[in-house]
């Protein structure tokens, strides 16, 4: 029999009460949360946690603590969405499915500050730094009303990967340095009336032009060697040229070596891997928002010299002239699979920046040369089907 009084009103209220949480509670477990992803779908829309598009445009991933962090270019809707509104970040535990984590690092409303409203921050890239326990975000910022002409790669810091972010400064790539593979004739000054760009580059004209002030920084990455030193990777001398200048220890300013690559190649978008002991670099051509055909390359040495290996893709010819419409962004090397990567780029919506697609495909092998088929789904365990496999030992 009940021991419930009815008499009490008290116990009453409290039983109501409690009837209703339960009601509640399993009236939400009902509810259709998001639905979760088990694949990779490239160019649809991807929702995150709350079911919203994710917002990380030009974007690096990190995986920390079993944890993978997404940052990338926070964009607004309509043609205004193509300037900065800061760096948002994105959780994972399995790659498919993404936790909103917000915006980690936004412009300033100060008008004296570098980073004020207006400027432009790109290709945002997150590193942890075990010596002194910090996230380093490092990005390439546009000073506001200076269109592309500052061309400097700054930096952030914050304890934990979700941010907040506080601002150390920006810089453009050692300056008063020259390159470890400078060669006299790189030094030494020539007319450069009539040339293109990418000639003028060719016989170093920018290169020695920026020596005082430092080397320009614009598409940029971070790559983290096994030796755990760092690198940014970046469009320098007006794009003519990959800047590869290795990081202090703490990651937040340059050792004071770097090389040129691909001089006069005119690259953007370096996304940079390693296997096997060699360094490949994808990268895109200089077109702004419109893809054009991808580019790969490859070193035994981070410093080079760096092999040009062609165009990765391998579909159509009308796919391979505009990367399956896409932009490299980043290589993101998948644990506990050591010959898997993952090829991460952007198809831009200039109109609607917010409505910007990211491509995420296998990177496949043929010939020892990484290459870049479309897949309109696929998963991670795609990867343990690959054949032949990318060492060449056999199936
Ligand atoms: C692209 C570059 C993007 C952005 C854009 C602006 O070439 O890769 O990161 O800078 O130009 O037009």
């Known amino acids: ?14 039983l109501i009460s409690l009837a209703s949480l339960l009601f509640l509670a399993l009236s939400c477990a009902a509810q259709p ?16 946690n709350h079911g919203v598009h994710i917002n990380a445009h030009g974007g690096g991933l990190l995986l ?17 969405g193509n300037t900065a509104d800061g760096v948002h970040a994105y959780s994972s535990t399995d790659l498919y499915n993404w936790k909103d984590e917000g915006i980690v690092f936004r412009p300033v409303d100060d008008p004296a500050s570098e980073i004020t409203k207006g400027c432009v921050m790109e290709r945002p890239k997150v590193v942890y730094n075990a010596k002194t326990r910090k996230f380093v975000l490092w990005f390439h910022l546009e000073l506001k009303d200076q269109a592309y002409r500052a061309a400097r790669a700054a930096v952030a810091v914050s304890d934990q990967p979700t941010g907040p972010y506080t601002y150390v400064g920006s810089f453009r790539v050692n300056k008063g340095i020259w390159p470890v593979n400078i060669t006299d004739e790189d030094k030494t000054p020539k007319p450069t009336n009539g040339l293109s760009r990418l000639q003028a580059a060719s016989v170093g004209a920018f290169l020695r032009r920026d020596y005082e002030t430092g080397q320009m920084s614009r598409d940029m990455t971070i790559f983290v060697d096994d030796d755990g030193k760092a690198y940014l990777v970046t469009s320098s001398e007006e794009n003519a040229t990959i800047a590869i200048a290795q990081l202090s220890d703490d990651y937040q300013g340059f050792s004071g070596k770097w090389a040129r690559a691909l001089v006069g190649d005119s690259n953007e978008g370096p ?4 296997h096997g002991g060699k360094y490949y670099l994808i990268s895109s051509g200089t077109t702004g928002w419109r893809p054009n055909p991808a580019r790969s390359a490859v070193a035994d040495s981070i410093f080079g010299p760096w092999t040009r290996l062609g165009n990765p893709c391998r579909g159509t010819p009308e796919q391979n002239a505009i990367t399956f419409e896409s932009q490299s962004t980043y290589v993101l090397p998948v644990p506990g699979k050591p010959d898997a990567f993952i090829f991460m780029a952007d198809r831009w919506r200039p109109q609607d920046a917010i409505d910007g697609r990211y491509i995420w495909l296998p990177i496949e092998w043929e010939d020892g040369k990484p290459i870049i088929k479309w897949h309109d789904e696929w998963k991670l365990s795609d990867f343990d089907h690959q054949t032949p496999p990318p060492t060449g030992k056999g199936a």
Do not use: C
Request: cysteine-free; aromatic content about 16%.
């Open 1 to 14: 029999m009940s021991n419930v009084n009815f008499q009490n009103p008290l116990k009453i209220t409290a």
């Open 33 to 48: 949360g998001p639905q979760k992803l088990a694949s990779f779908k490239p160019g649809e829309l991807w929702p995150d």
């Open 64 to 80: 920390h603590n079993g944890i993978y962090y997404w940052f990338g270019e926070d964009r607004a809707g309509g043609t205004a």
């Open 271 to 274: 996304a940079v891997f390693k």
